[in-house]
């Protein structure tokens, strides 16, 4: 009696084990730059909507720094970066189970807390009324290597130096501005528009010409290689109810997206 007990008690563990398991299975753990927030949140609803059955968890951060965390084994399966470098690095190293696929383009803009930024120039930010200027780190964040380029261009870095303050990341760098840290800063345009400080003095629009592109690539990781509704949702963030989404935040899309 003892042993068929066991062998029952064995069993119910063990199928106890393998639905955890698949349930574990199902949530599609994505790291994304921190910027896609808004946009992410509103194509996630959409998508859980449509496949409830496909559990989607997503966290926000600096593109380099989940680069980092991914090729030190961090759990995620996909992994949407501000960039086409971070994703391509891991492609290059083994990390990923597919090819890069550039999914938006971003904007930079000059937003203020404290003055209107409608009509500000780059070179305005060398005024003595911004005694800091924020811009997300350069060494993690697409963001802010895009700023420093801008910054270049317009041969502003080397004045701006002993003003610039630096975020971890450009969702960061918004909360700089807005906490009063900097008085100004160079921030995602998709933040600007979605995250109710667009009426708080508006914004100036940085000229697409003078960095190199904001292409946003992502990759399914190598983690995720049998993982079905990581392909899947990849498939959808490059689809064409997504890129509806992504034009409404603010975001322009590769020739490729429909």
Do not use: C
């Not at 759990?75 to 290059?92: G, H, N, Q, R, W």
């Not at 350069?138 to 130096?161: N, V």
């Not at 900097?182 to 998709?190: F, Q």
């Amino acid at each position: 009696m003892w042993i068929r007990q066991a062998v029952l008690a064995g069993l119910a563990a063990t199928a106890l084990l393998m639905a955890t398991a698949v349930q574990a299975q199902q949530i599609t753990r994505v790291a994304a730059a921190s910027q896609l927030r808004f946009v992410l949140e509103a194509i996630t609803a959409q998508y859980r909507e449509r496949y409830p059955q496909n559990r989607i968890d997503v966290q926000y951060g600096s593109s380099g720094r989940f680069f980092a965390q991914i090729t030190h084994g961090a759990p995620f399966d996909l992994y949407l970066s501000a960039d086409m470098d971070y994703p391509t690095a891991l492609v290059e190293a083994g990390f990923a189970a597919s090819e890069v696929m550039p999914y938006a383009i971003g904007r930079i803009a000059i937003w203020s807390n404290t003055v209107d930024a409608q009509s500000l120039a780059l070179a305005d930010l060398t005024d003595e009324r911004f005694r800091r200027v924020a811009i997300a780190n350069p060494r993690l964040a697409p963001y802010g290597a895009r700023a420093k380029e801008a910054l270049i261009s317009a041969g502003l870095w080397d004045a701006l130096q002993p003003r610039l303050v630096y975020g971890d990341n450009v969702s960061g760098t918004l909360q700089l501005v807005q906490s009063g840290a900097a008085e100004v800063g160079i921030v995602a345009l998709a933040q600007v528009l979605n995250s109710g400080i667009a009426s708080q003095g508006g914004h100036a629009l940085i000229d697409a010409g003078v960095h190199q592109p904001l292409e946003q690539g992502l990759v399914v990781t190598r983690r995720a290689m049998q993982n079905e509704v990581a392909r899947h949702f990849a498939g959808y963030l490059r689809g064409a109810e997504a890129a509806t989404l992504f034009r409404t935040y603010g975001y322009d899309l590769p020739a490729d997206v429909p």
